[in-house]
C-alpha cells in the first residue's frame, strides 16, 4: 500500500477519531487545520505493519503552523482516519520533520 499524500488526498471520506477531536480541541486545531495540513503536507514516517491499518505521520502546514497528522488508511474502504493530530514541539524535531535522537 503506498503511503503518500496522493493516496491520502484521494480519499473520498475522512473520519475524525475521538481521540484526535479531543486533541484537536486542546491544541486549538480545526478540521480545516487539519485538511489544509494534508494538503499542503508531506509524509514523514511510514507506519506500514501498523493494526487494524496502515499508518502515517503527516507534516504541514495550515496558516504557516505546523501541524502533525497521524492517518491510518483502510485498505478495502475509501477512507481516511484521522488518528491523532498535534502541534509538535520544536525541541523534539528538527524542522518539524525529524525527530531528535535522543542520547
Same mark, same amino acid.
Given at each position: 500500500?503506498?503511503?503518500?499524500?496522493?493516496?491520502? *488526498?484521494r480519499r473520498e471520506q475522512i473520519k475524525f477519531t475521538d481521540h484526535a477531536r479531543l486533541e484537536m480541541e486542546k491544541d486549538g486545531i480545526?478540521?480545516?487545520?487539519?485538511? @489544509?495540513?494534508?494538503? @499542503?503536507?508531506?509524509?514523514?514516517?511510514?507506519?506500514? @505493519?501498523?493494526?487494524? %491499518?496502515?499508518? !502515517?505521520?503527516?507534516?504541514?502546514?495550515?496558516?504557516? @503552523?505546523?501541524?502533525?497528522?497521524? !492517518?491510518?488508511?483502510?485498505?478495502?474502504?475509501?477512507?481516511?482516519?484521522?488518528?491523532?493530530?498535534?502541534?509538535?514541539?520544536?525541541?523534539?524535531?528538527?524542522? %518539524? *520533520?525529524?525527530?531528535? *535522537?535522543? *542520547?
Open positions: 500500500m503506498e503511503l503518500n499524500v496522493e493516496s491520502i *488526498k480545526s478540521a480545516d487545520d487539519v485538511l @489544509n495540513a494534508i494538503e @499542503n503536507g508531506k509524509v514523514i514516517e511510514e507506519y506500514v @505493519n501498523d493494526r487494524p %491499518f496502515p499508518s !502515517c505521520l503527516l507534516y504541514g502546514k495550515s496558516d504557516e @503552523n505546523p501541524i502533525h497528522v497521524v !492517518c491510518a488508511l483502510p485498505q478495502h474502504v475509501n477512507m481516511l482516519i484521522i488518528v491523532t493530530v498535534y502541534i509538535p514541539e520544536p525541541m523534539r524535531w528538527i524542522e %518539524f *520533520k525529524r525527530r531528535l *535522537k535522543w *542520547k
